[in-house]
């Protein structure tokens, strides 16, 4: 037997074995609606869901920042997720809920209208989002499930310097 066919043999199977793991591979998400979509982000990037009582507008910032709040003495930055995907957005806030996410070296506010909840999800389930999503920037998108959940890539949306607000102002 050839060394390319034994090569080719184990690659097979390295790749059947890879693929199992896939299937039973599963992550804990938050699920959360916002303008009646159902969306779905890595629980372990989430550390609180938050009820704010007020948001302080901040002068001379991106379009996707609402504001600030002050939360046990920190303040964060509170993001319109629309604004960051690209989508559509309303001055008006439909809800006084939030999703507080971070990575470590960034943490935010997303304003969010209900929380569903949390779920385990495999990840065989997520599929290839459609290209009629109306989403613009689907590179912050890990996929779709099949009830429709949208599910966001919320690490790379993390990384993503464009959300970083450090430019001074004279």
Do not use: H, W
């Amino acid at each position: 037997m050839s060394d390319s066919i034994v090569l080719k043999a184990r690659a097979e199977k390295v790749s059947k074995l890879l693929k199992k793991e896939d299937d039973t591979k599963s992550e804990d998400m938050v699920l959360f609606i916002l303008d009646g979509q159902n969306y779905a982000i890595e629980a372990s990037y989430v550390f609180e869901v938050y009820r704010y009582k007020s948001i302080t507008k901040v002068p001379c910032t991106p379009s996707f920042i609402i504001g600030v709040i002050n939360l046990r003495g920190q303040i964060f930055s509170i993001n319109d997720l629309r604004d960051i995907l690209g989508m559509e957005i309303s001055n008006e806030l439909k809800s006084d809920k939030i999703i507080m996410v971070g990575n470590g070296k960034v943490d935010f506010g997303i304003v969010i209208d209900k929380i569903i909840g949390e779920k385990k999800i495999k990840v065989s389930e997520i599929l290839e989002p459609p290209k009629m999503l109306p989403i613009e920037k689907k590179e912050f998108l890990s996929g779709v499930l099949l009830d429709r959940t949208v599910v966001l890539n919320i690490a790379k949306i993390l990384d993503n310097k464009s959300i970083l607000v450090d430019e001074n102002i004279n």
